[in-house]
Each structure stands twice: as C-alpha cells, then as structure tokens.
C-alpha cells in the first residue's frame, strides 16, 4: 500500500503563490510515477502536473510557465510550487501515486483546498 498525504493548500490573493506537499509512506519502492490533479467546484477532477514513467515532467496547458512539480527523494516527498496564481484555479488538489510492480494500482491523498481569490 502506499499513503499520501498533502499539506500546504490555503487562501491566496490572485498573484499570488502556494507550495503544496504530499508526503508518500508505505510501499515508496513500487511507486512508478506521482503527480497532483485538481477538482474545482462543480468540475470532473483533471491533471495539473505529473512526473512521467520516462522520467520527464507534463503540465496542463492551462498551468504551464506558472506551475512547477519537484521531489525530494530523500523525504519521499513531491511538490508543487503555484505560481500567478488566478480565481480558476481555485479547487480542491488531490496528490496522486501511480504504483505496484505487477498490477498497475493508484493511491490518493485526501486533498488540500486552494482558494484563489480576486
């Protein structure tokens, strides 16, 4: 199994910036990829930024040159560093592993809400 857990999210000014965290715990070594996704009020929830299996990183299109996704492998911790922040992206961020060696599995965090206000 493995556990997320993010921290960091809060109520910000539009132009504002927030750093979300998701600690990992459990199965760290079955960990394939992990990235964040984001759900706003009365949205489906969608991608906003991941580490890709070859190693690279991929963004929304509605995020990039804004937001940045980094690890500490050390801390077994990922990052999302959110920049110029705007009232849309306002929403609910869900970490999320993609893991297992045999069976291709996922884990979530419980979210953290991000508040952008104008």
């Known amino acids: 199994q493995v556990q997320l857990v993010e921290s960091g999210g809060g109520l910000v000014q539009a132009g504002g910036s927030l750093r979300l965290s998701c600690a990992a715990s459990g199965s760290i070594s079955s960990i394939n990829t992990m990235g964040w996704y984001r759900q706003g009020p009365g949205k489906q929830r969608e991608l906003v930024a991941t580490?890709?299996?070859?190693?690279?990183?991929d963004y929304a299109d509605s995020v990039k040159g804004r937001f940045s996704i980094s690890r500490d492998t050390n801390k077994n911790t990922v990052y999302l560093q959110m920049n110029s922040l705007k009232p849309e992206d306002t929403a609910v961020y869900y970490c999320n592993a993609d893991w297992g060696t045999f069976t291709r599995l996922f884990s979530w965090g419980q979210g953290t809400q991000v508040t952008v206000s104008s």
């Open positions: 580490f890709t299996r070859g190693g690279g990183t």
